[in-house]
């Protein structure tokens, strides 16, 4: 499975903005960002100055792709799903990255960042409708039934971050058995989504 395996903190500090990869360390004063708010690298303060429209749209979209862990070809081929369901094509990308299996694992709090939940679910601790899922970009559907496998339920990490992370749960899933599960209610709408992105420069870079 192909997947980014660099520096995560030098990505929030390219799109210079926290896009918390690390959990608790986005939250702590180590935070990069917080220490060097300026694209890395040796002319990243100049960098920093510089904008056009191109450039808004290029970072608007690669901000979503590392938020969300998206390679490049994948975005693209849901950006080009998107655009041909009907309603608005930034909203149905953004609801399509938000079914995501490995996302819904990190909304449920089962995983203190989005890498942690995508591994939660290559290892085989999260099951859907009952069955063992390991693809992390499976797309959960509304009426699903998401859940813990048993056997990874008493995890001291899994067990930890239901104990301690206040994220609160989009309106769009409900909790059940003790958060060891999570169901789908709705589609999710823009209004449920907390994603900093601003979608229509991602539709206007790739309607170019």
Request: charged share 30%.
């Amino acid at each position: 499975m192909a997947r980014y395996t660099g520096p995560v903190c030098r990505l929030c500090r390219r799109e210079k903005v926290k896009l918390f990869l690390k959990g608790a360390k986005c939250e702590s004063t180590a935070c990069p960002v917080e220490r060097r708010p300026y694209p890395p690298g040796e002319h990243g303060r100049d960098r920093a100055r510089q904008g056009s429209e191109y450039l808004a749209q290029l970072r608007e979209k690669q901000k979503a792709r590392r938020i969300y862990g998206v390679l490049e070809q994948q975005f693209r081929n849901l950006y080009d799903e998107a655009s041909r369901q009907s309603g608005i094509t930034g909203e149905n990308l953004l609801r399509m990255l938000e079914l995501r299996l490995d996302n819904i694992t990190f909304r449920a709090k089962w995983g203190v960042s989005r890498n942690q939940a995508r591994q939660l679910v290559s290892h085989g601790h999260v099951q859907v409708n009952g069955k063992r899922v390991t693809i992390p970009s499976y797309r959960v559907r509304v009426g699903d039934v998401v859940a813990l496998d048993p056997g990874a339920r008493d995890q001291i990490t899994i067990r930890q971050n239901l104990d301690t992370i206040d994220r609160p749960l989009p309106g769009w899933l409900e909790a059940e058995e003790n958060g060891n599960q999570v169901r789908v209610r709705i589609a999710p709408v823009r209004e449920q989504i907390d994603t900093p992105v601003r979608e229509q420069l991602i539709v206007e870079l790739y309607s170019k």
